[in-house]
């Protein structure tokens, strides 16, 4: 599938998605996904306006700055048992947070 395609898919799951009553930030989180992990491009406004067909310059910002602090909050390294002193554990768990990124 080439990228036209592959946008035009995701277009069709954002209409699906609203017609089911997905609000705006759904939406906007749901072409991040997309755009992030399964094209490999960094969502930007443009990107996912043109995606979604909604939101305002001041909300898809926003919309993009969440779906950013899920991923780091996702990232985050959390070992249990103690073993690890708690500086070590808070640096690997940022290192992994900016390799991730």
């Known amino acids: 599938m080439n990228l036209d395609e592959e946008r035009q898919a995701i277009r069709q799951e954002l209409e699906s998605m ?12 749901h ?7 399964d094209l490999g491009i960094r969502p930007s406004m443009a990107a996912v306006r043109d995606l979604t067909q909604t939101g305002s310059a001041s909300d898809i ?7 950013w602090e899920r991923i ?17 554990e808070d640096r690997a768990g940022e290192l992994l947070g900016a390799l991730f990124e």
Do not use: N, W
């Open 18 to 29: 609203r017609e089911s009553g997905a609000r705006r930030q759904e939406l906007s989180l």
């Open 72 to 88: 780091r909050t996702a990232s985050r390294v959390r070992v249990g048992a103690g073993s690890i002193p708690k500086v070590l």
């Open 61 to 67: 910002p926003k919309d993009i700055d969440s779906f």
């Open 31 to 37: 072409a991040c996904k997309r755009l992030f992990f």
